[in-house]
């Protein structure tokens, strides 16, 4: 495969860019600053910009199948208009450059934060469609460009809807995990609802069927770790792998909320990062648990690690760079 990968300076891109590299495939990689892709060895580093679509045109030669990965994630301050340009517009000037180019397949990453708050765990692709902020509104808009410019062009669109990623690599994820082995992460609410985590080499494989197997073409898919837990399994699962007792502090969600919506009323004009969100209030009362039955009967789709096995190595990965 002549493959074409956007965000290999991220966690995702970079760990399915060199996937690609290890079973043979030619990579290349769109990047802003080929100085912060050099990490990524064996790929073809191409200077360009998801902003600037005369250089999504050269990026997009002679490849059969893209990547999408690259993403604006949730940052302090930011308008919306600058998510919208990076998580939607730019998605269909990339599949333009794609189809003025003729490549086959565009494989798009987008979330499962597309779904909102599951209220009938698990949910399948064919839930409620019910994003929550900036960063998931512009992710859904982007799925929707996406298959519409697919469709007008006739290039293979398929849409990789991600649970939450983790492993070696990730950051995201530290301070649940740092929290836990400190054992000062309490707990807002009761903990019980559904949290589903995915190990990133798992999403990985799920990435390449994508891009490979000819019954996606056309199709969504959700990727998602073959457990589910709540809350509070987890935090028992990663204190127990850990070796350390569990924190068993419940706390209100209520005083948390408002305080969160007083951090951002004050410091999100002013650019400032702010202490505490309410979207990360909403990590301890949104239920996310769901069903991989599609990805694993049209693609194969078969996650092969377990989840203390995937805590265990990425907890491993944090110690080592003393990080815990």
Excluded at 150 to 168: C, K, L, M, Q, W
Excluded at 216 to 225: C, E, H, N, S
């Amino acid at each position: 495969m002549r493959a074409l990968v956007t965000g290999v300076t991220g966690f995702t891109g970079g760990h399915l860019a060199r996937a690609l590299v290890a079973r043979g495939d030619e990579v290349r990689a769109l990047v802003r600053d080929p100085k912060r892709a050099a990490h990524v060895t064996g790929v073809e580093l191409v200077a360009g910009d998801l902003a600037q679509p005369g250089t999504l045109v050269d990026a997009t030669r002679n490849v059969e199948v893209i990547f999408h990965v690259a993403a604006l994630y949730r940052q302090a301050g930011l308008p919306v208009d600058a998510y919208r340009a990076v998580n939607a517009t730019a998605v269909g000037r990339l599949i333009e450059a794609a189809a003025r180019n003729r490549v086959r397949r565009v494989v798009h990453c987008s979330t499962v934060g597309v779904h909102g708050d599951i209220e009938r765990p698990p949910a399948t692709e064919d839930a409620p469609l019910r994003p929550g902020d900036v960063y998931q509104v512009t992710k859904l808009e982007g799925e929707q460009i996406a298959r519409d410019v697919g469709a007008r062009t006739g290039t293979e669109i398929v849409i990789v809807r991600p649970s939450g990623i983790y492993g070696p690599g990730d950051r995201r994820l530290l301070k649940l995990f740092r929290g836990v082995v400190r054992r000062r992460f309490p707990i807002l609410g009761s903990g019980e609802i559904y949290y589903h985590l995915t190990y990133i080499d798992d999403l990985v494989r799920g990435f390449l069927l994508c891009g490979s197997e000819p019954r996606a073409a056309g199709r969504t898919y959700i990727l998602a770790g073959g457990e589910v837990t709540t809350l509070n399994e987890l935090v028992r699962l990663i204190a127990e792998v850990a070796g350390v007792k569990p924190s068993t502090i419940h706390l209100p969600v209520w005083p948390f909320w408002l305080a969160g919506a007083l951090c951002e009323a004050v410091c999100a004009p002013v650019g400032l990062e702010p202490p505490l969100y309410r979207r990360r209030v909403d990590f301890y009362t949104k239920s996310r648990a769901f069903d991989i039955s599609r990805a694993r009967a049209e693609l194969g789709f078969a996650p092969e690690m377990s989840l203390r096995e995937g805590i265990r190595r990425t907890l491993d990965w944090y110690q080592a760079e003393g990080w815990l």
